[in-house]
């Protein structure tokens, strides 16, 4: 099994506890790898967010396909931010030439443009940077967007916390949410590309669990966005899935519970809403999910969910205080980064619930 987590809070906070909420799962995630994605960003970062900034690890040659793409397409760099990395012998890391935090200002001809036109730019423009350093493995673009960053490495989780000097808060590198994985992808190819959490325009997404109707979803999904890519795992079908439902088809989140894990015909005739409930099964059946499995996502305005799967099979924990929450597997987790929380108001999902923290941090609960 993975481990996932994620954290929300109103004050800022260093990836350190992202770590600390996941090392004491550790029977869970094997060291292979460490992924982040971090969003409503301070410290470096923090008078940038209307700026989309971009995430990735290349070599040099991709770094310099890299800044001549976005040169030709007039995007303007206006700040860098640059991990002074801990080249201590013996880490256990698949380290990158470069990594690459960079904040650009959107070409002149868009910076009036609507939101919905911004969004597709910074989308073709992450695909198009895909592509390119793909063709000689010159590297890997996770991530550009506003106000997000995103880092994924191969190694051990403490290791790597060590060469990107995240144990040690500066105050450079914080933000107010971040969804977090210690673990590389093991069912398919080990790439950076597979490691959760997964993003796309605004959405993040990380589970812990296996999903049997991968090439179902696939195959389908393929079909309905440019930006259903790559497939390296299993678990991006229920990213894409999220994003269609929500960005593409814009229904209300209730309705993704219900396309990812829909109810049996039998109880839907029972409910006031059968007929939308039967529509979902009709149109979008290729996007039911199966196996057992635990999501956790957090949504562009900073709203996080957790949902399982519909017997109930990975397990996940919500909890914390007036400040901050966070979601993770085992509750230990959450022992370690907010010990005094009230331990009774913890919330244990069932196979029919989804938990939706707010911006706000209110926690809704609801049944399927």
Request: charge should be negative.
């Amino acid at each position: 099994m993975c481990r996932i987590g994620a954290i929300k809070s109103k004050k800022f906070f260093h990836p350190s506890t992202a770590l600390k909420l996941m090392l004491p799962q550790q029977e869970g995630h094997d060291n292979s790898g460490f992924a982040m994605i971090m969003q409503d960003l301070g410290g470096a970062f923090a008078d940038y967010k209307d700026k989309p900034l971009l995430s990735l690890a290349c070599t040099q040659k991709g770094a310099k396909m890299v800044e001549d793409y976005m040169e030709t397409n007039n995007f303007i760099p206006i700040k860098e931010w640059i991990p002074n990395v801990n080249r201590k012998p013996g880490l256990d890391i698949k380290a990158m030439p470069y990594y690459i935090f960079r904040m650009y200002d959107y070409p002149e001809y868009y910076r009036t443009a609507g939101r919905e036109a911004k969004e597709e730019l910074l989308l073709d423009t992450r695909l198009a940077i895909r592509a390119l350093l793909e063709k000689d493995d010159n590297g890997y673009v996770f991530s550009f967007w506003p106000d997000v960053l995103t880092l994924k490495e191969i190694g051990d989780p403490r290791d790597i916390a060590t060469y990107f000097r995240l144990w040690d808060d500066n105050g450079e590198l914080v933000g107010r949410n971040v969804v977090v994985q210690c673990r590389q992808n093991t069912n398919y190819d080990i790439v950076r590309y597979a490691a959760h959490p997964f993003f796309l325009q605004g959405y993040t997404l990380c589970a812990n669990g296996e999903n049997t109707f991968y090439t179902k979803n696939k195959e389908y999904q393929k079909s309905l966005h440019r930006g259903y890519i790559g497939f390296e795992s299993d678990s991006q079908n229920f990213l894409y899935s999220l994003h269609y439902v929500l960005h593409e088809l814009k229904w209300p989140i209730k309705y993704y519970k219900h396309v990812i894990t829909p109810l049996p015909f039998n109880e839907i005739e029972k409910r006031p809403d059968k007929e939308e409930l039967k529509a979902i099964r009709q149109s979008l059946g290729h996007l039911e999910i199966n196996g057992p499995n635990t999501i956790i996502a957090m949504l562009p305005d900073g709203s996080m969910i957790t949902c399982c799967d519909s017997k109930k099979l990975r397990p996940v924990v919500v909890g914390g205080d007036a400040v901050t929450m966070a979601v993770s597997s085992e509750v230990c987790g959450l022992n370690v980064i907010l010990p005094d929380r009230d331990k009774e108001a913890d919330i244990y999902p069932n196979e029919r619930e989804v938990v939706l923290i707010r911006p706000d941090m209110e926690v809704e609960r609801w049944k399927q």
